[in-house]
């Protein structure tokens, strides 16, 4: 049996569409899917979906019959087939980005349990840490957000300034003037643990949950392999030397549009020197330090949920899954 990849693990993989990239050119055969009675769009205004309570939990796929209630959709990109039929992700107009519930009036939504029918908008992080939706559908309305996304941001050619107009079934957008073409972007950031014998090095943002401790992040440069972009960033926020880099999983993550690749890296000093701007505390955990942040049993700190793959890092090390 094939080993396992630590991918899976993480929240936002189980995107199990078939993309059919081949077919995005081929405007008829989209035009079919889009009128076809089994096809299904996700909701997208501003940075919130719309999911529905209904008797099996939380409905996030509607018709494009009830999406026209919703108000003038701005995009519609095609994400993949599902099966059954073609699934699509719609952002509505900006005039429909202030409309739905505020927290407090979702928050009483999702403890009412009498409420079938009741919509809200509501964030993907959200969503996600609540599990008002299946790991499957997660992983496909992270493919939606971070498309929908990039195409809220690149309404102009980047080369002329003129307008764009999708094609390729949101998979491009073509100036308008002077056909320059422009392809969603994602951006890639490097997370990783240095580790020295049994113990590995964490940190701390300012933002961060009082107590929280989470695997060194950073985005990579032009330029720049995966491994000295690890070697760089913990060198650069902690004053760590390392020297071996090993890839082990990699993350969709649509806040806005990353892939978040895991990596661990073999230190070579231990004396720390934190960056303050980036830090707000950086330390060694033992192994076993480590696997109470990830039981949570470690008092009052604690690391990131299971959905992050920093979560995913962190057990695999200290239950010894990982060298």
């Known amino acids: ?37 089994e096809a299904r769009t996700f909701v997208v205004s501003g ?28 995009e519609t990109v095609f994400l993949g087939h599902d099966g059954v039929g073609g699934i699509f992700a719609t952002l509505l107009a900006d005039a429909q980005q202030d409309l739905g519930p505020s927290r407090e ?10 409420q079938p029918g009741a919509q809200a908008m509501t964030d993907l992080r959200s ?24 195409h809220s941001r690149h309404r102009f050619c980047a080369n002329c300034g003129a307008p764009t107009e999708v094609a390729a079934s949101g998979w491009r957008r073509e100036c308008t003037s002077c056909g320059a073409q422009h392809f969603p972007r994602t951006d890639p950031v490097v997370i990783m643990l240095a580790v020295e014998g049994e113990r590995c090095l964490l940190g701390r943002q300012p933002r961060f949950p009082v107590g929280m401790y989470s695997a060194l992040a950073g985005f990579v440069e032009a330029g720049e392999t995966l491994e000295d972009a ?15 880099v090993t890839y082990l999983a990699s993350q969709p993550w649509p806040f806005p549009c990353s892939l978040m690749i895991g990596c661990l890296a073999l230190a070579r000093t231990t004396e720390l ?8 505390d950086a330390r060694w955990f033992s192994r076993a330090e480590a696997l109470a942040l990830v039981e949570r049993t470690h008092g009052e700190l604690f690391c990131p949920p299971k959905m992050a793959i920093a979560h995913q890092l962190i057990a695999a090390w200290a239950r010894g899954e990982v060298a």
Not at 3 to 20: H, K, M
Not at 105 to 114: F, G, T
Not at 135 to 147: M, P, V, W, Y
């Open 127 to 150: 969503i996600v840490m609540q599990g008002l939706v299946s790991e499957r559908i997660a992983g496909r309305l992270a493919e939606a957000k971070s498309l929908l996304y990039w």
């Open 47 to 74: 940075d919130n979906i719309l999911l529905e309570r209904d008797s099996d939990g939380h409905r996030s796929l509607f018709t494009f019959g009830e999406t026209r209630l919703m108000g003038p959709a701005r």
């Open 230 to 244: 690890v070697r760089r960033e913990i060198r650069e926020e902690a004053g760590i030397a390392t020297g071996r």
């Open 105 to 114: 009036q979702l928050s009483q939504i999702y403890r009412n349990e009498e």
């Open 273 to 280: 020197t934190i960056d303050r701007t980036e830090l707000e």
């Open 1 to 37: 049996m094939a080993r396992e990849e630590f991918s899976t693990r993480t929240g936002f993989s189980a995107n199990d569409l078939d993309r059919q990239s081949e077919r995005r050119d081929d405007e008829a055969y989209i035009a079919a899917l889009k009128a076809d009675r």
